[in-house]
């Protein structure tokens, strides 16, 4: 049986503000090392029920995170920013079931730890076929594509909500709970990493019982972004629309063709964030 995992940071047991997930900060190389455990947690909980071979995806930020010598040696580590397909990158039939560690929800989830979704200084609001969804969500439909299930979010209270409205069967670990965006109540990590074990276990034990998300028809992709001149960047690309001064829409057949040209949109965007002032 083969696993994918893809590790966000935001949703990690103890992680409440930005210096938690950026490189250079104060907090940030203690907080790769509960990354890296809450990884293993998972990790430990699917070679249990039977998992021989694991991929995981590093997803926070410069896709660098992880401490590479601490990951269980079970696991294959693809790391690296440059990727078309994002926090799904390396994601393909040949997988039975996909973890999401570490997620957070999508923009402007109440009280919820972080909230974003995708680029916190460029997006405002993802619509996917018209409903605002966050990463998780997004991640899930890609893996959909695959026909390969998400069996296991963790993250805080509100995220394991939110993907248990949009992924059906999914089994979450909350592990705090957001008071306030840079404030949450949080298990100890190792209680923390215990729950993620025994989820994990239990996600793959029940996985006759659970199924993909199906592929629609069309999808139709809406992304608000925070300043005009984003959006405005963000329709150079062919088949994009800009309809109003904020938002692109892009149409495909497939999520899989899809994501690459999102990912363009957030790298041109990310460009114009950079340039701006205050």
Request: some cysteine; aromatic content about 6%.
């Amino acid at each position: 049986m083969k696993l994918f995992i893809s590790a966000d940071m935001e949703g990690i047991s103890g992680v409440t503000d930005w210096q938690d997930v950026s490189p250079g900060q104060s907090s940030y190389e203690y907080c790769r090392e509960l990354l890296t455990q809450d990884v293993n947690a998972a990790i430990e909980g699917a070679l249990a029920a039977g998992v021989k071979e694991i991929v995981v995806n590093e997803s926070h930020g410069p896709m660098r995170n992880i401490i590479v010598d601490q990951l269980h040696p079970k696991a294959q580590l693809l790391r690296g920013f440059h990727k078309p397909m994002l926090m799904t990158q390396g994601l393909d039939e040949t997988f039975h079931a996909a973890f999401f560690i570490g997620y957070h929800s999508k923009a402007g989830a109440n009280q919820a730890v972080l909230n974003h979704t995708l680029l916190t200084k460029c997006i405002q609001r993802f619509r996917l076929n018209g409903k605002e969804v966050g990463e998780a969500t997004l991640n899930a439909h890609i893996a959909g594509a695959h026909r390969v299930p998400v069996v296991l979010v963790t993250g805080d209270r509100q995220t394991a909500e939110e993907v248990q409205k949009d992924i059906p069967g999914v089994h979450t670990v909350a592990v705090k709970e957001g008071i306030d965006a840079y404030t949450a109540l949080s298990y100890h990590p190792k209680v923390a990493q215990n729950m993620i074990k025994e989820k994990a276990e239990q996600a793959i034990q029940s996985l006759d019982q659970l199924s993909p998300i199906q592929p629609e028809e069309k999808y139709t992709i809406e992304i608000e972004f925070k300043a005009t001149t984003m959006a405005a960047v963000a329709n150079y690309i062919p088949g994009t629309h800009l309809i109003d001064g904020r938002t692109i829409r892009y149409e495909a057949d497939h999520m899989i063709e899809a994501m690459p040209v999102i990912t363009a949109m957030l790298l041109l965007s990310i460009q114009v964030a950079q340039g701006m002032g205050p």
